[in-house]
């Protein structure tokens, strides 16, 4: 098991780099250049005209998001595990190594945390968004017209009732202000999809400066060949 999980460890440290590449890249893709006034203008549009419809793009980005944080929070916990095997025995001394481990381990924490923070932004995001479009969308009303009639058979006297339903066709034009209120939510999860791939990329960047800077430290912090783990897989 020991060995497994240090070569996913190994594994997951080597593609450091290429995963802050692959987020960029998938910025690059998903958020053209474009202000964030034109932004709320196309997004007001669509409003205006399917007031009641999601706004696929900014629910596609929360998906993106979402799914992006959890292959990260897998990476991460992988390097955390990772470091931890390569913790020596305790002793007196010579802790210089462990130190730099545990100073890395604590900010792989603090990072994953933040990621797995981000999990939510679908949930919020559409909480949000429904309280507005609550006063947006308003349900179609309906009136019942009742009538009775009597029917008389011999000596049975029979009342008979019928219910009509009519749908009103009257819509009043949504309030601008709402449209807009809409649209400014739209927009800002749209800027916080943006921030959080962008503190995913630093993330990597981060950890890979960390493992890059202190790589003997972290798989031989001792300088005595992992001590009795120095049959184990070795990171580096």
Known sequence: MDEMLLAKGAATADALAARAAEISELMKNSFPQKALSQVQAEFEATIKSAPG??????????????EQAAHTIEDLKSLEMWLLLKVPEVSDGNNFGVDVQNFVLGEIKTLRAE???????????????AAILEKLVK???????????????????????????KASSKEEPPLLDYVMQAAAVDVKEYHACFMRLTDMRNAYVKVNLLYSKNRKRLADPRGDGEGTRSNAMSMF
């Not at 990621?115 to 968004?129: E, F, I, P, R």
């Not at 008389?152 to 009509?164: F, I, L, R, W």
Request: with cysteine; glycine share 8%; hydrophobic share 25%.
């Open 139 to 165: 349900p179609t009303t309906k009136t019942v017209d009742e009538e009775s009639k009597t029917e008389k058979e011999g000596d049975k006297t029979t009342v008979k009732q019928s219910k009509t339903e």
């Open 53 to 66: 419809t999601p706004n696929a793009a900014v629910a596609g980005l929360c998906s993106l998001v979402r």
């Open 115 to 129: 990621v797995a923070a981000m999990l939510d932004c679908g949930s919020t995001y559409h909480g949000a968004k």
